[in-house]
């Protein structure tokens, strides 16, 4: 294991020299400034004072023991960022925000829409500080229109932005996607258009960036738009289930029981089915021709092929049938525990992940670099401990990052 700060090189990173406060609470705002830090932006991590980000209430905590330095969801958001403990509602403290705020590129926010002008931090003052401010607010609804002071959790978003609506099976009730995606992927969007204002600052104006999450799901690559428009033009709305694996076509995907865990098939045109019929066929002459080259599958014939297919696949390992899949380029893969990708040679030869220490946590392992590029991603630093970097930052607040050295 290595310390957390030993192997900074000097060499910059892509985002080096920018510097940006974040004032989020929770997942998405925390997410967005995450893809800053992690290739090089100096991210400072405004926090409650005592209290912290709401995300280091969050577990799962080591022997399930709440600790403010443990949480697994803080330790995942906030690497490479810096922490200083500030209460906004304090005079003294809101004027060093400010002063902050004069060094910087960027603040991120996701306070209810309308707090940050009642702390006296609204757009206009914040401009009057800095005119090229990128000022980046994430809310659930946006900051104006009926539905600004609506409460929403990520269930609520989920069913208002569209994906639960076309997720499940049609004669059943919605499903939500599972975890915290959808604060994942609102963050991503408010990261992407961050950066966007920071493009648009080198013109020599500022910007307040908008991101309401219950649009970004709408809007999402995942069906929400593509649906929206055929129904604007056509009258009619794509059912829930209409692309699953129950439409009954020679096409098919889902989960399979092997010997000793679950493979995910994934057959979406005729070239896969019939790859997958001399595969599974190859010992079997008459289910080989019987089901080669069939566009449909149905009724009886539907239930004999699920069948044939649920009891070869038992009869193999999920890695012996992934490899033997792939080697008939078919789309088929293994569901695959956490402790199997850690250990797997193609993620440790691509080095797809990275270990740090941790002052109270101990080491920790992270997924590490999204894409690689060079001074791209790196694991400069652990997550900050709650104001473990107050005193340093209140010294050299004034210095822009390329000036004070890497965080």
């Not at 929770?26 to 800053?36: I, M």
């Not at 992407?192 to 219950?214: H, K």
């Not at 010992?283 to 044939?308: A, C, I, N, W």
């Not at 649920?310 to 789309?331: F, G, Q």
Request: aromatic content about 8%; charged content about 25%.
């Amino acid at each position: 294991m290595r310390d957390s700060r030993s192997d900074i090189t000097s060499e910059p990173q892509a985002l080096s020299g920018l510097r940006v406060l974040d004032l989020s609470r929770w997942v998405a705002g925390e997410y967005a400034t995450k893809l800053f830090a992690d290739f090089g932006a100096d991210v400072i991590k405004v926090e409650r004072p005592a209290e912290g980000s709401l995300t280091r209430q969050w577990g799962p905590f080591p022997d399930d023991q709440p600790d403010l330095e443990t949480s697994a969801l803080f330790l995942h958001l906030n690497t490479n960022k810096r922490s200083i403990a500030l209460n906004l509602k304090d005079p003294e403290d809101r004027e060093f925000l400010l002063r902050l705020v004069e060094t910087s590129d960027a603040v991120v926010e996701s306070f209810r829409p309308g707090h940050l002008e009642a702390l006296g931090l609204g757009p206009e003052v914040l401009h009057a500080r800095n005119p090229s401010l990128v000022l980046t607010r994430i809310s659930a609804f946006g900051q104006n229109g009926p539905y600004r002071d609506r409460e929403a959790t990520g269930i609520v978003l989920q069913a208002a932005g569209g994906p639960m609506n076309a997720t499940g099976s049609a004669d059943r009730a919605p499903l939500r996607k599972p975890g915290l995606l959808e604060h994942y992927t609102i963050g991503r969007s408010a990261g992407q258009a961050t950066m966007a204002g920071v493009f648009a600052a080198r013109q020599g104006a500022g910007s307040v960036i908008d991101v309401s999450g219950q649009e970004v799901l709408l809007a999402g690559a995942d069906r929400r738009a593509s649906y929206l428009l055929s129904a604007s033009y056509s009258g009619m709305t794509a059912p829930r289930g209409v692309r699953s694996p129950h439409r009954h076509g020679a096409t098919f995907t889902g989960p399979f029981r092997t010997s000793d865990g679950f493979v995910m098939i994934y057959v979406t045109n005729q070239a896969f089915w019939n790859r997958l019929i001399d595969l599974a066929g190859a010992d079997d002459p008459q289910f080989h021709l019987r089901f080669y080259g069939k566009q449909t599958v149905s009724g009886r014939d539907r239930d004999e092929f699920m069948e044939y297919i649920s009891a070869w696949c038992l009869a193999h390992t999920k890695v012996d049938l992934m490899e033997r899949c792939e080697n008939a380029r078919i789309p088929v893969t293994a569901y695959l525990a956490v402790s199997e990708l850690l250990s797997h040679n193609h993620f440790r030869e691509r080095d797809a992940f990275a270990t740090i220490d941790h002052p109270v946590a101990g080491p920790l392992t992270y997924t590490g670099a999204p894409w690689r590029m060079r001074h791209g991603y790196q694991l400069r630093s652990a997550a900050p401990l709650l104001d473990q970097h107050g005193e340093d930052i209140r010294q050299h607040h004034a210095a822009r990052p390329q000036e004070a050295g890497k965080p």
